[in-house]
């Protein structure tokens, strides 16, 4: 059992306090913090594969799918497989499963309801980046 215990100052709680009030005030940071999310091996490798996802830009389940099946040199990798791991992760916005689209460009799953995701979208088009404690432009 994990003895947890808040602490609203604790450094972990502060970048990402600092992350989200940049990102949804339109500038972009990237967490510094090692995230760990718990799940099997084929869902680490599409966080990770996520977490390399740039900002303002969107990929495919089928792109995510043919990457780890060249990764793996494996002829073809399920791209529904993908999308299950996409939506089992826990950590949406930091792992940013609302850049993942559908294979024409459309908006698919997403956990926190599609009109969330394209505002996600939206959002990471007008973005700036936020580094630190500061804003560079």
């Given amino acids: 059992t994990v003895d947890w215990r808040w602490e609203a100052d604790h450094p972990v709680l502060k970048t990402v306090r600092h992350f989200l009030a940049c990102y949804f005030s339109g500038k972009a940071a990237t967490p510094d913090i090692r995230l760990a999310p718990a799940g099997s091996p084929f869902r680490q490798t599409v966080w990770n594969i996520l977490s390399t996802i740039p900002i303002g830009q969107v990929v495919t389940y089928g792109q995510i799918a043919k990457q ?70």
Avoid: W
């Fill in 68 to 137: 780890i099946a060249d990764a793996r040199r494996v002829p073809s990798m399920s791209a529904q497989a993908v999308g299950s791991a996409v939506a089992h992760n826990p950590i949406s916005i930091l792992i940013p499963c609302h850049r993942v689209v559908g294979f024409n460009g459309g908006l698919t799953g997403y956990a926190g309801g599609l009109e969330r995701k394209a505002e996600l979208l939206r959002i990471e088009k007008e973005i700036s980046i936020c580094s630190g404690n500061g804003v560079q432009r």
